[in-house]
């Protein structure tokens, strides 16, 4: 009895040696790292207010872009319609 347990382990160390170098190994590894491993709360503060700061950044340049879009449609619009004789030599239509 005591022959086959020492048999037994003799056999499982190297095996549970190659299993645990394996990536598979390295894979459970560095899950069980990152799990003990809780970020600063703080950095969370500070990312999630880096967020908001862009979301803003960005939210005024779409505004921005927006107004000028609409000017340069009112521009358009209220543009009196040229005729062919106005036009610059080469634009007349065909």
């Known amino acids: 009895m005591f022959l086959q347990l020492i048999l037994v382990l ?3 160390i190297p095996l549970l040696a190659i299993v645990l170098d394996s990536q598979v190994g390295r894979a459970l590894a ?3 790292e ?3 491993i809780a ?3 703080d950095v969370d503060a500070e990312r999630v207010a880096y967020l908001e700061g862009e979301v803003e950044r960005l939210s005024g340049e ?4 927006d107004e ?13 319609a040229q005729d062919a004789s106005t036009l610059p030599p080469g634009d007349a239509p065909e």
């Open 10 to 12: 003799v056999v499982l």
């Open 30 to 32: 560095s899950r069980l």
């Open 34 to 36: 990152g799990r003990g």
């Open 39 to 41: 970020a600063p709360p």
């Open 62 to 65: 779409i505004e921005r872009l």
């Open 68 to 80: 000028e879009s609409r000017f340069l449609h009112r521009l358009l619009a209220e543009r009196p």
